[in-house]
């Protein structure tokens, strides 16, 4: 962790300035934290609420579950972690996390009125003859 030394008034207010404005992600690991955005697996609060100014946000990273921890890479400092982005890279994670959403939104609205049956017992008219015909 970085000590700050207390007496130089100025230093501590520039290092909370550079603390409140967040960081960048380098495009690999803004990748990683897009994926997780994208599954829902990040939570996202405002650095500072009380500061107009400060558009940081704090993101937890969850790690992911089920089918997607086999195919999804997390670098291991990423699991379960917590970041202070930029504001810029938190709005982007925020369009992320709802293009997911509404992805899946719409995933489960069209299974919800698929129609399997048909799919699977439903065979024409013609086909049905012509296996009734290869079989006698």
Not at 49 to 56: A, G, H, L, N, Y
Not at 72 to 98: F, N, P, W, Y
């Amino acid at each position: 962790m970085k000590s700050i030394p207390i007496t130089d008034v100025s230093s501590l207010k520039n290092e909370l300035k550079k603390y409140k404005m967040g960081k960048k992600l380098e495009i690999p690991r803004f990748n990683q934290l897009a994926r997780m955005a994208y599954l829902g697996r990040l939570v996202m609060t405002p650095l500072d609420p009380e500061d107009p100014s400060c558009r940081s946000f704090l993101v937890h990273i969850q790690e992911p579950q089920g089918l997607a921890a086999h195919f999804i890479d997390l670098d291991e400092d990423l699991q379960d972690g917590i970041l202070i982005l930029d504001s810029e890279q938190s709005m982007a994670m925020a369009g992320i996390m709802q293009a997911g959403v509404e992805e899946r939104a719409r995933w489960h609205q069209a299974l919800n009125e698929r129609d399997f049956y048909f799919s699977v017992f439903y065979r024409p008219k013609d086909k049905e003859t012509q296996a009734e015909t290869t079989e006698g």
